[in-house]
């Protein structure tokens, strides 16, 4: 069964400090999102990664970056967090065809995190 | 800018009744098309997808149609149950600029008993 994990359902910072949102998925896939989900504005990718080591932005990158240092997890890290941040993280991966990002994507629980 | 988006934000119904949830795209060059299905508190799951060469597609219990000509996609469900209450995404896929998915904002179904 395939399977995302994130390490954390609900998360609680204050403002300015640095935080890591992880996530592993099982299925050997090469391609992984960070996606945020806001009310009203659906989900928006911040980063995702073709393969280790690689990573693009996606459509709101500012206030975030990300690491791939192994094929089965992607971390997102809020370098100081903002009460801006306060939002629904999801994670995602998918299988490549063709080399290109074009099969569904699974997706994980979600972080509710909380920045005071 | 949104390449994606619902033709209504929420949409209410009877148990027993078919539901149909829309959803245009903009863009021409868009060559796959996903549904998502998102419970409270769970990450958006797969519903069924669609290639640009297919108008029509059947799951269990669920329809997709695509019409290229307008840059329409709708989700049919059919029999809808108190279980098919969720937001559902559409989402599309444009392979030839090597991007993710958009999604669009979602569709809350309500459905009553």
């Known amino acids: 069964d395939v399977k995302v994990t994130q390490s954390s359902r609900y998360l609680v910072k204050r403002t300015g400090e640095k935080v890591f949102l992880e996530c592993v998925q099982d299925?050997?896939?090469?391609?992984m999102f960070w996606y945020r989900q806001d009310p009203g504005l659906g989900l928006r990718l911040i980063y995702f990664?073709?393969?280790?080591?690689?990573?693009e932005k996606g459509d709101i990158p500012e206030g975030y970056s990300v690491s791939r240092e192994k094929k089965e997890r992607f971390s997102l890290i809020l370098e100081s967090a903002s009460t801006n941040q306060t939002s629904m993280y999801l994670c995602?991966?998918?299988?490549?065809?063709?080399?290109?990002?074009?099969?569904?994507?699974?997706f994980g629980p979600g972080t509710r995190l909380t920045v005071l | 800018g949104e390449s994606v988006g619902l033709h209504l934000p929420t949409l209410s119904v009877q148990e027993g009744d078919n539901s149909i949830i829309n959803c245009a795209y903009s863009?021409?060059?868009?060559?796959?098309f996903i549904w998502y299905k998102q419970e409270s508190g769970k990450g958006p799951q797969f519903i069924i997808d669609?290639?640009?060469?297919?108008d029509k597609r059947q799951g269990q219990r669920v329809t997709v149609l695509l019409n290229k000509t307008v840059k329409h996609l709708s989700l049919q469900i059919a029999a809808t149950q108190p279980g098919d209450s969720a937001v559902y995404f559409c989402?599309?896929?444009?392979?030839?600029?090597?991007?993710?998915?958009?999604f669009g904002k979602g569709t809350t179904l309500s459905v009553s008993s």
């Open positions: 299925m050997d896939h090469e391609n």
């Open positions: 990664s073709y393969d280790v080591k690689m990573k």
């Open positions: 995602a991966s998918s299988s490549q065809f063709s080399g290109r990002v074009f099969n569904e994507q699974f």
């Open positions: 863009n021409s060059a868009s060559d796959y």
């Open positions: 669609i290639r640009s060469n297919m």
């Open positions: 989402a599309e896929n444009i392979s030839q600029a090597g991007t993710a998915l958009i």
